[in-house]
């Protein structure tokens, strides 16, 4: 049997954290290179390159270990960044992107702190 897809294109790239981190995974992974997954962080794109799944808790898109580089997902997964790209830069590990950026816990890809 043939299976029909449409074409993919920049839009499919939005990531939605309320879903779990394995689902978060495989799109990360599936849309890379092209279109690529970008959630804004402080006002810019953040690619995301490579992630893993792990256990975290706290609110969707919440960074909850900024070392690490783990965000929430929802039902209490954690999606863990493990190679980025800024806007404007180049790919680089999550630690090398940490130690320019110094994200913190409590802050959230698309904005500032959680409610």
Do not use: N, Y
Request: net charge positive; aromatic share 4%.
């Amino acid at each position: 049997m043939v299976t029909i897809a449409g074409k993919l294109s920049k839009s499919d790239g939005v990531l939605d954290f309320t879903k779990s981190a394995e689902e978060c995974r495989r799109r990360v992974h599936g849309l890379t290179p092209w279109p690529g997954v970008s959630v804004p962080f402080r006002d810019e794109g953040l690619k995301l390159l490579r992630v893993a799944t792990t256990g975290a808790a706290g609110s969707p898109r919440e960074i909850v270990d900024a070392a690490g580089g783990v965000v929430a997902c929802g039902g209490r997964t954690g999606l863990a960044l493990r190679s980025v790209q800024p806007a404007g830069g180049r790919p680089m590990s999550w630690e090398e992107f940490a130690r320019g950026r110094r994200p913190m816990v409590g802050e959230v890809l698309g904005g500032g702190p959680t409610a």
